[in-house]
Structures are given as structure tokens and as C-alpha cells.
């Protein structure tokens, strides 16, 4: 059975593509762990399977190749609406936020963010943008962790 180092190489020679090094990144470690504890609080808190639950990579996936878009970190479907999770840790450029914000709203019937507290500047960027976009909910980091 061959590792899994040279399933890797041999998936980029296929594309054409040189290996890349792989960087473990200890922000990316906190943001995933925040993704799964907001997927555990939903299962646990608002009753969703997780089968109803789609993450990013899997939406990539489906993308196929071809320019990569923004997606959620999860997205729900739920007695037939769709949903999409965010956990945003860390301020992004204003007007990036509001494009994902923007977009989600048109690909989702509701959006859900998780950001680390109500004092942050995210949550303010998200509080102002639910006046035009009223299907979004704001959750702090700590609510979903404590469930």
C-alpha cells in the first residue's frame, strides 16, 4: 500500500504542479478548533445533524477546479434552508469582510459568524451590516465553547 507522502506527489504530478512544503500555521490550528466547537454546539445546542453539515474542503471539492471563490467554513442544510458558518478570529480587510458577508447572503437563506466577543472590531463590521443584510447571526466564541 503505497504512503501517503507519494499519493500526494504523484496527485501534483498529475496536475502538472510541483509539490508545495506544507506549513503548519499555529493560528490556523486555533481558527479549525473554533470550527469544530461551533460544529458541536450546533449539533448540540440547535439539534443539527452532523451529516446536514458540508465543510469548506468538501465545497472546494465540489468547485472543482478553476478559480477558487470564498466559502464558509461549514455550510448547513436544514429543513430546507441552507446555512453558512463562519468563524472569523481575526480582523480582515473591511471591505473583504463585507464582500463575504455580501456573498454568503446571496448563496445562503441565513449566515451564521462566530467571532471572538461582542467587543471586538469584527463583530461591530457584522452588527452594522445586519441592517442590510437581516438573515445573520452573530455568536461570540465564548457562548459556543461554554455549550
Known sequence: MPNIYSLAKAGFAVIGEKQRPHEI???????????????IYLHRVKGID???MTTER????QDGFGKRKHRPDFVIAH??????????????????????????FMDYDH???VV??????I??????????YPTMSILGLEEVQKK
Not at 500555521?25 to 460544529?39: G, P
Open 25 to 39: 500555521r499555529v493560528e490556523q490550528i486555533r481558527h479549525d478548533v473554533a470550527v469544530l466547537d461551533t460544529a
Open 50 to 52: 452532523f451529516s446536514q
Open 58 to 61: 468538501e465545497l472546494h471539492s
Open 79 to 104: 429543513k430546507g434552508k441552507k446555512y453558512s458558518v463562519e468563524v472569523e478570529l481575526s480582523l480582515k480587510a473591511k471591505s473583504r469582510l463585507e464582500q463575504n458577508i455580501k456573498s454568503n
Open 111 to 113: 449566515q451564521i459568524w
Open 116 to 121: 471572538p466577543d461582542k467587543e471586538c472590531r
Open 123 to 132: 463583530y461591530q463590521i457584522l452588527a452594522d451590516s445586519r441592517r442590510q
